[in-house]
């Protein structure tokens, strides 16, 4: 069955670093990769999409990189602040709309 | 706030009872997507709409949950005889698309539902 794995310890980084997440996945093949952050309490909010074609992805402080080859994703925080602790989600479809979530990797940023 | 609400926010029952969740969408949003989380999980797909028609279902959604989006636009998610492993976040989402897959799906707050 399809498997996603994101670190499920959290990452404890200072203020001014770059977070690096990992998002992993086996048996499955996405055409959409999909990064969220979930604050506690909330619903996920959608950071950045990458396609299965495309290598990386920029967005502000954030960049996202898509390996099909290895089945990996990495997603960069730059420069990061105490505001942008919190839990990052990846998410993967096939051209659906069925997403396919991972655990969830949570970020603490010290300053 | 993205603009998808959920009501109530949090509910509290006793096993056995029969609960009811309420999603309004982005309003000009056809998509609707309801979705589970449990703690230290990330969110699973239960089912979705296009409009007033369910178009997929999850093999997590038991005969005890039932989906409708009777007039295209707000959603409800009953769960019957609550047992307590169906204590979760229970989230809704919309988003606009025509094709296979939709536009970004933007999520709603959660209703958290708590079985005694």
């Known amino acids: 069955s399809q498997k996603i794995e994101q670190n499920s310890e959290a990452l404890n980084i200072q203020e001014g670093k770059t977070a690096t997440l990992t998002c992993n996945y086996t048996n499955y093949s996405p055409a959409y990769l999909q990064w969220y952050r979930q604050d506690p309490g909330r619903g996920p909010v959608f950071l950045l999409l990458?396609?299965?074609?495309?290598k990386e992805k920029r967005k502000e402080r954030l960049k996202v990189t898509f390996d099909t080859t290895l089945k990996q994703s990495l997603f960069h925080i730059t420069a990061s602040q105490p505001a942008d602790s919190a839990t990052y989600l990846c998410a993967l479809d096939r051209d659906t709309d069925k997403l396919i979530f991972g655990t969830g990797t949570r970020l603490q940023v010290f300053p | 706030d993205t603009g998808v609400s959920q009501d109530p926010r949090h509910k509290i029952t006793k096993r056995g009872q029969n609960v009811t969740f309420r999603c309004d969408p982005i309003?000009?949003?056809?998509?609707l997507y309801w979705y589970r989380q449990t703690l230290g999980q990330g969110p699973e797909f239960l089912t979705y709409?296009?409009?007033?028609?369910?178009?997929?279902k999850s093999r997590l959604l038991s005969d005890r949950f039932s989906a409708e989006r009777p007039k295209g636009s707000f959603s409800t998610l009953e769960i019957q005889r609550t047992e307590q492993g169906d204590s979760a976040m229970y989230l809704c989402?919309?988003?606009?698309?025509?094709?296979?897959?939709?536009?970004?799906?933007?999520f709603g707050p959660g209703t958290r539902l708590t079985v005694l």
């Open positions: 989402a919309s988003s606009l698309g025509t094709g296979p897959r939709a536009d970004t799906q933007y």
């Open positions: 990458i396609r299965e074609n495309e």
């Open positions: 309003s000009e949003h056809n998509r």
């Open positions: 709409f296009q409009n007033e028609a369910q178009l997929e």
